[in-house]
């Protein structure tokens, strides 16, 4: 703990953490931090302006990162056809055998899709898969009969958002190895997505704070407009 505290400290340093940043120079300056043994992820902190009490201002959505996440994911396929959902690139596909294994605890893996007619079985996991941001959905686009074609979204950098209790969300936008274009191109395309899912009829400010930020940095403001 005593060295990530130092390094920590020693980051505040690079920036005044009052300002904000135009997407470009926040990269540039979580480029200028410290960096750690592994490949830290980047992440988008987004505080909403919506009541999350008011189901009608949920928000929740997906975005195709341009360059990818750079996270290798395990896909989950809820579907009748298995050998079908296999050789498209599922990790694990199947319907009554992985129902039944998800309600005895398992969830090993980072994204499930569902058919349309698996979902009658799917939905005796939603108390599984629904806390844990899991749950294939049409809105997320991961209940789908091209299972295919939404298999290669996701392996290819498809990311899923979804609004906390608070009115905030974490979108991952890459790695610390990604070129600093690549990652303001999937941060502008992330915040895109976000605004492309502003509720119907919402009044005032949508999206109120964006912070980047890696897995062990301190985190940067953004200006956003």
Known sequence: ??????RYKSAVTNKNSTDSYSTTEAVEILNKFESVKFDESV???????????????????TVNLPHGSGKEVKVLVF????????????DYAGLEDLVKKVKDGWVGFDVALSTSGAMKEVRSVARVLGPRGLMPTPKAGTVTDDIAAAIKEVKAGRVEFKMDKTG???VLVGKRSFQPEQLVE???AALD???SARPDGFKGKFIKRVHISSTMSPSVLLSVE
Do not use: F
């Open 1 to 6: 703990m005593k060295t990530r505290s130092k």
């Open 43 to 61: 992440e988008i902190s987004i505080s909403l302006g919506v009541d999350p009490k008011q189901s009608s201002q949920a928000v929740r959505g």
């Open 79 to 90: 579907t009748e056809t298995p050998e079908d959902a296999v050789a498209a690139g599922a």
């Open 168 to 170: 905030a969300m974490s």
């Open 186 to 188: 999937n941060t502008k």
């Open 193 to 195: 997505a976000v605004s």
